[in-house]
């Protein structure tokens, strides 16, 4: 049989030290019934290596007449090392009286046994995909077994785990550690010299995150990643959404958007109570009186008698209350914030929650005894977010169910109004001000053709005009958001990797509604992590520098592409799976501008060591 070589040419020469190293002796212990193939496997490849006279399986090395409890004793007793070979059916193994590992006469558990007792190595093999056995799963004689660090043989790696293995015997380096004593051997002397500008070049790229911040550089970035992710995976989407808007052909009907629709929104709501739909939500605010709000409040009362939440926006606050005609406001299950659609950089976020706070009576006072109201948006209301905990210093604010269950956790920032190309101040939330703090979530888009399409799109005239089509029953505990679908009102523009496109502020609401119904959280990196993140990419980006300095030109830049494409892929992939969007402008730029001051160093130190 041909004998196994190990990855590296780098074995160490065989001196009388060496050679008492590999010169083990090695008892296999297995269960016939559950790995007796992969044993005889590992017998022939050990033996190959370390020779058959080194190496004990009882198959033909028992002879006939001999007591083998006396051999495998002597064996056992004469050997360096033990395997022991767990597979599938290795613990649970039975006869007619019972489990073969509780039972005085099993052989196996007497060789495992007389191993711990004489304090040999006793390495456990996991084979067949088993798992290792806890100390509560084995008899007390075994108990110790749990705590051996075992080795698993994969059939797809067997060669490089049954190496890994064999180094594990003898004693030998692994091969990461042989990589990087070659490695060091060139590469010490340059780190002692760069070592300082390492650290200079992570407090300089610390410097310089408000500067990428204000390039609009990262967020940009961060769109990319967003966009490359919902083309992986795109964004969940909950049948239980549903979006009706009105357009021009309601206008053509009804005349100018208004008060004066008070009255159509009644039979809307009678007509979505009657198809069964579950929460139904006004993107709209009702500010003026009308001669037809009782009709509208009249329908508002049977909605909720038939067991419809009906939620409105509120646009501002008037004399420190909602901007809502007094008696509607009664009639609604609730009033949130209908603000929505700003932007953090080239990222669409909308607000979850906001604190007001009310004027201190003195410095002294705790913030938390400062709180004026504590208002959701509509989209938090619409999924049944009612109680909004603020934490006693205004760092963090949790979004909770009707339920108890926990919607949405994330800070709590102070409020700042967006400001125009020109300089001018402007306030696209009149019901918030400066002080008031506010839970923003970024928002993960749906695409637009599932908001624009049935069965998640209704027209407004599908649902109240002389036409109607909605059946009953047809919307059943569905939420249903109202809002403005025209050309040209409530829209806004975001951001969708290279390009951009405009929605309306009611898609909006249902992509952050959609958001939490699905748990999705995107949030970024924490700032701790994100400095280690940026040290260890600026690590990267030196070492990879070094790596084999006598490297082609072409080839080393080839590498430090394929290095940044995995990097990036990585950054999706987290985006998709856990939400994270990682600082990729600050993270690239460290492991760039590391790369390319390494090599400039380098090339500079280079006639020196001629």
């Known amino acids: 049989m041909q004998k196994l070589l190990p990855f590296s040419d780098a074995r160490p020469k065989t001196g009388p030290a060496q050679l008492a190293k590999t010169a083990s002796r090695i008892f296999i212990s297995y269960r016939r019934e559950d790995s007796i193939a992969y044993a005889g496997r590992l017998y022939d490849h050990l033996s190959a290596h370390f020779g058959a006279e080194q190496v004990f399986m009882d198959i033909g090395q028992i002879e006939a007449g001999d007591d083998f409890v006396n051999v495998l004793d002597r064996e056992i007793d004469t050997c360096d090392v033990v395997i022991a070979l767990i597979g599938p059916r290795w613990l649970g193994a039975s006869n007619e009286n019972g489990r073969r590992l509780d039972q005085p006469d099993d052989f196996v558990c007497h060789e495992l046994a007389a191993a711990l007792a004489q304090g040999k190595r006793l390495i456990p093999v996991l084979v067949g995909g088993a798992t290792m056995p806890a100390a509560g799963e084995l008899p007390a004689t075994l108990a110790e077994l749990a705590r051996r660090q075992a080795h698993a043989l994969d059939d797809k790696r067997f060669k490089f785990e049954l190496d890994a293995l064999i180094r594990s015997i003898e004693g030998r380096q692994s091969l990461l550690n042989q990589f990087v004593q070659v490695m060091n051997a060139e590469r010490l002397r340059k780190w002692r010299l760069y070592g300082g500008a390492g650290v200079a070049l992570l407090m300089f790229f610390l410097g310089w995150v408000q500067l990428f911040d204000a390039l609009g550089i990262d967020t940009r970035i961060e769109s990319y990643t967003m966009a490359l992710g919902d ?11 549903v979006i009706v808007g009105f357009d021009e052909k309601s206008e053509a009907r009804l005349g100018r958007f208004g008060p004066d629709w008070r009255r159509e ?20 605010y009702f500010e003026k009186a009308n001669p037809a709000d009782a009709e509208l409040i009249a329908a508002i009362g049977r909605a909720r008698q038939g067991g419809s939440e009906v939620i409105v926006g509120v646009n501002q606050l008037l004399d420190q209350g909602p901007a809502v005609i007094p008696e509607l406001l009664k009639a609604v299950s609730a009033w949130g914030l209908l603000c929505v659609g700003g932007r953090l950089g080239y990222a669409s976020v909308a607000p979850i929650a906001a604190v007001k706070l009310a004027a201190a009576v003195d410095s002294e006072q705790p913030p ?5 109201d504590k ?11 009612r109680t909004l905990a603020v934490d006693e210093q205004l760092r ?12 949405w956790r994330g800070p709590l920032k102070p409020f700042q109004a967006s400001v125009e190309a020109s300089g001018q101040l402007r306030n696209d939330c009149p019901l918030l001000s400066s002080g008031d703090r506010v839970a923003d979530g970024l928002i993960r888009l749906a695409p637009i053709e599932i908001w624009r399409q049935p069965p998640r799109r209704y027209d407004y005239e599908q649902i109240s005009g002389p036409a109607a089509t909605i ?3 047809e919307l059943a505990g569905k939420i249903v958001l109202i809002g403005d679908a025209r050309a040209g009102k409530d ?13 309306h502020g009611v898609e909006l609401h249902a992509d952050v509604v959609n958001n939490l119904l699905q748990g999705v959280h995107l949030r970024g990196l924490d700032p701790w992590l994100q400095v280690l993140a940026m040290a260890a990419l600026a690590i990267a980006g030196g070492g990879l520098r070094l790596f084999r300095p006598a490297m082609p030109a072409l080839w080393r830049r080839l590498l430090l592409v394929a290095c940044l494409l995995f990097y990036l892929a990585l950054t999706v992939l987290i985006y998709v799976q856990f939400g994270l969007l990682l600082n990729t402008a600050y993270h690239i730029g460290a492991f760039l501008l590391s790369y390319w001051l390494l090599g400039k160093l380098s090339a500079a130190a280079a006639p020196a060591s001629a």
């Open 368 to 372: 938390v005894e400062r709180i004026g």
């Open 396 to 407: 963090e604010l949790t979004l909770v169910s009707d339920t108890g269950r926990t919607l």
């Open 265 to 284: 929104h009644a039979r809307a709501l009678d007509k979505l109570v009657a198809a069964g739909a579950k929460v139904i939500v006004f993107d709209l």
């Open 491 to 503: 829209q806004f523009r975001v951001r969708r990797g290279v390009g951009a496109e405009f929605r």
């Open 231 to 241: 083309t992986v995976a795109s964004a969940p989407v909950s049948e239980r959404i």
């Open 375 to 385: 208002i959701a948006a509509i989209a938090s209301l619409a999924v049944g977010g």
């Open 471 to 473: 059946a009953a029953g």
